[in-house]
């Protein structure tokens, strides 16, 4: 009886564990960018002490040539000096010369949003949810739970402004999870894309280098 219960107990484990069935892969291999693609004209991405750093003077997006449906994926990011933001796409939409899609926000600004999801090139902020007018009261609650999600201060001071900082993302079907240096930013539902590249982005600050380190995915 004890054997056939610890049997079940760590069937079940096995079942509920996040990364069951998968096991963490480089994206990225610290000496040269395989894997990875510029869709744009613009923009430079190079391989520095084991980082990637981007250098660009308008806002783009270096890409992973594999997409991915399910899964747990970490990045670093360390944002330069001065106005600057960036963020990780996932499941993003790339065609030659655009990005768009799921982007879990790292926000340099007074504003502090780090960790919040931005549909980039479509519908904007997903959470913190900003509506714009309307009178919609179920609309307006979820603005207002969201902004206040954002004003907690563990929340607010998740994001070392002038380090490295840890982001992990996890999606498992309509679920949506971010996290920034273990503080969980972002549980949301959606299920505009199912499948996409990871990506990394320099937000077009002329000069600016933003870097990136110990890029990985766990496949769920």
């Not at 054997?3 to 079940?12: D, F, Q």
């Not at 980082?51 to 783009?60: C, G, M, S, Y």
Request: proline share 4%.
């Amino acid at each position: 009886m004890k054997y056939s219960i610890l049997i079940l107990i760590v069937t079940l484990s096995s079942f509920l564990s996040p990364a069951s069935g998968g096991e963490k892969i480089p994206l990225f291999n610290g000496k040269d960018l395989t894997g990875w693609t510029n869709p744009y004209e613009y923009g430079e991405a190079k391989v520095v002490d084991g980082e990637i750093h981007l250098v660009a003077d308008k806002k783009f997006f270096l890409v992973t040539e594999e997409s991915f449906e399910d899964f747990i994926v970490e990045v670093d990011i360390h944002l330069p000096e001065g106005p600057a933001n960036s963020g990780v796409m996932f499941r993003a939409n790339v065609s030659p010369g655009k990005v768009f899609g799921y982007q879990a926000e790292c926000d340099g600004s007074d504003r502090r949003w780090s960790g919040g999801l931005y549909d980039e090139g479509r519908r904007k902020w997903l959470w913190p949810s900003k509506t714009g007018n309307t009178t919609d009261e179920a609309f307006l609650a979820r603005e207002e739970e969201s902004l206040a999600h954002f004003a907690r201060p563990e929340v607010r001071g998740a994001l070392k402004r002038n380090g490295w900082n840890t982001y992990k993302i996890t999606c498992k079907g309509d679920s949506i999870r971010i996290e920034v240096n273990g503080v969980v930013t972002t549980e949301i539902k959606d299920d505009m894309d199912k499948s996409g590249p990871i990506g990394i982005q320099h937000h077009g600050e002329k000069g600016q280098v933003y870097r990136f380190r110990n890029i990985s995915i766990t496949k769920l």
